[in-house]
């Protein structure tokens, strides 16, 4: 989804690999017969001049440059930028993000990474997402975690010393959720759950009755066999047992790997949405197991 960019030694070098070193021009918005229509403005791409969204007139434009100029004081405590891309046309702008650590819990190792992302629509200020992977697997386990946070929003400063504190809170936010996400995966791994139990959840998710047309049922039973293969059948799951810790790899795996019956033409960037700020199913399919402990 977007440019490598691990030897920028900066975020204003990333953007400019990623081709992302473009600016926010305002401009006033006219109705169909030429009148400018008072209190809103249209952002436009310096680029190419192409919309990215209509605000109002109250709107601050954050340019890409400072967004993400405090991310800079991350690469002092070992972080390192991976990627960086664009989604939407522009209309969000991200920076994928890896933290120093590696982690093994419940046996596996987890590797902890972040996206902080900008946006040029009015969708959302400056934010920071945890997306840790399941190395073996490439498993996102962003869980939506009671204790800790997994997408927190950060601060526009030009100040050095304001950068500094948004990005030791944004150190101290993903060290906190890691921290959470160890302790919850291990009580997961600790629900054992049937076989009778995870084909009840999985029905939920893909449901197959009489009242369904023979063309909905025959693609809710492709996508339950899917899943269902990526229970009992994945060579990375057979030594993690039966339990809730393997339930949600498997829905993980499904929810981020499989491919759809039928294929939008934004169905990679709604994923990646999904992957950073958390998979529905993912989530749902992490309350059924808390559910049967």
Not at 20 to 33: K, N, P
Request: glycine share 6%; charged share 25%; net charge neutral.
């Amino acid at each position: 989804m977007g440019t490598e960019v691990k030897e920028a030694p900066n975020s204003t070098d990333a953007l400019r690999l990623a081709g992302l070193d473009w600016q926010v021009i305002q401009r006033d918005v006219y109705s169909e017969d030429g009148y400018i229509i008072p209190g809103y403005k249209v952002n436009v791409r310096s680029s190419d001049f192409s919309t990215l969204g209509i605000v109002t007139e109250r709107y601050q434009v954050v340019q890409n440059e400072e967004a993400f100029k405090f991310t800079d004081e991350l690469l002092g405590e070992g972080v390192t930028y991976e990627t960086a891309g664009s989604l939407q046309g522009g209309r969000r702008v991200w920076m994928l993000a890896k933290m120093p650590e590696k982690y093994i819990i419940a046996g596996d190792e987890i590797t902890p990474y972040f996206v902080i992302m900008n946006s040029h629509d009015g969708s959302c200020s400056i934010k920071a997402a945890m997306t840790p992977i399941r190395v073996v697997c490439q498993n996102t386990l962003n869980l939506a975690l009671d204790r800790a946070k997994r997408v927190w929003t950060t601060k526009h400063t030009e100040n050095i010393l304001s950068r500094i504190s948004e990005a030791r809170q944004t150190i101290l936010m993903a060290d906190q959720y890691m921290s959470e996400l160890g302790k919850e995966i291990d009580g997961l791994s600790r629900i054992k759950l049937s076989d009778r139990k995870v084909m009840e959840y999985m029905s939920e998710f893909f449901p197959v009755t009489e009242d369904m047309s023979s063309l909905q049922r025959s693609n809710n039973q492709k996508l339950l066999s899917n899943m269902k293969a990526r229970y009992f059948d994945a060579p990375d799951l057979l030594d993690v047992g039966k339990n809730g810790y393997r339930f949600i790899n498997a829905v993980s795996d499904f929810a981020t790997h499989a491919k759809p019956i039928r294929k939008r033409k934004n169905y990679k960037e709604n994923l990646f949405l999904r992957t950073v700020e958390g998979n529905p199913m993912i989530d749902k399919a992490y309350k059924m197991v808390l559910s049967a402990a």
